[in-house]
T-cell receptor, first 117, second 110 residues
Framework: EPEVTQTPSHQVTQMGQEVILRCVPI?????FYWYRQILGQKVEFLVS????????KSEIFDDQFSVERPDGSNFTLKIRSTKLEDSAMYFC???????????????FGPGTRLTVT | DAKTTQPPSMDCAEGRAANLPCNHS???????VYWYRQIHSQGPQYIIH???NNETNEMASLIITEDRKSSTLILPHATLRDTAVYYC???????????FGAGTQVVVTP
């Protein structure tokens, strides 16, 4: 069973502080995604990252957000100056092949709950 | 990517089949139908996907109408652990972003 891990599981921070959320995707994957889910709302795409570059980003992913691959095994999502409305679950995901026709699922991590006070 | 329409909620008795409908009337010829589910704030979980043929795996079956404008996810013997929000997503690009809607909240009752 493949595994995507995310740390921390829960982060509480004060408004204006920087936070870094970490994800260890399925091993050796160059492609990953970040999504968020505000409590009671739908899952929203933030950004996709391939081979050390942003592949696509949503309107939500503004200048306060950044993604990095600081080493070969993990990815980070940084929020420079958190706002109350950044409180949400943040999920990372990596593609995993489900078909010999090169069709992929997105395999999600358990998420990080970010609470901004 | 085409939009999808799903009922907001449905109940199902444990042990019975759960049939979850999804309308995607604007689907184009190269778009796949994907189903994911999310159990209480966990990360979404892939269930199944299809293009035009019916598909079955260990989790569920997917029935796609001949005109591909709608589909049904079938959980053959629902268990309490199947209580979740189920999302129907249509996309051309299995590598690309997933556009989640509100999904269908399925509650399996004893």
């Amino acid at each position: 069973e493949p595994e995507v891990t995310q740390t921390p599981s829960h982060q509480v921070t004060q408004m204006g502080q920087e936070v870094i959320l970490r994800c260890v995707p399925i091993s050796n994957h160059l492609y990953f995604y970040w999504y968020r889910q505000i409590l009671g709302q739908k899952v929203e795409f933030l950004v996709s990252f391939y081979n050390n570059e942003i592949s696509e980003k949503s309107e939500i992913f503004d200048d306060q957000f950044s993604v990095e691959r600081p080493d070969g095994s993990n990815f980070t999502l940084k929020i420079r100056s958190t706002k109350l409305e950044d409180s949400a679950m943040y999920f990372c995901a990596t593609p995993m092949e489900v078909s010999k026709l090169r069709i992929y699922e997105q395999y999600f991590g358990p998420g990080t709950r970010l609470t901004v006070t | 990517d085409a939009k999808t329409t799903q009922p907001p909620s449905m109940d199902c008795a444990e042990g019975r089949a759960a049939n979850l409908p999804c309308n995607h009337s604007t689907i184009s010829g190269n778009e796949y139908v994907y189903w994911y589910r999310q159990i209480h704030s966990q990360g979404p979980q892939y269930i199944i996907h299809g293009l035009k043929n019916n598909e079955t795996n260990e989790m569920a079956s997917l029935i796609i109408t001949e005109d591909r404008k709608s589909s049904t996810l079938i959980l053959p013997h629902a268990t309490l652990r199947d209580t979740a929000v189920y999302y129907c997503i249509v996309t051309t690009d299995s590598w690309g972003k997933l556009q989640f809607g509100a999904g269908t909240q399925v509650v399996v009752t004893p």
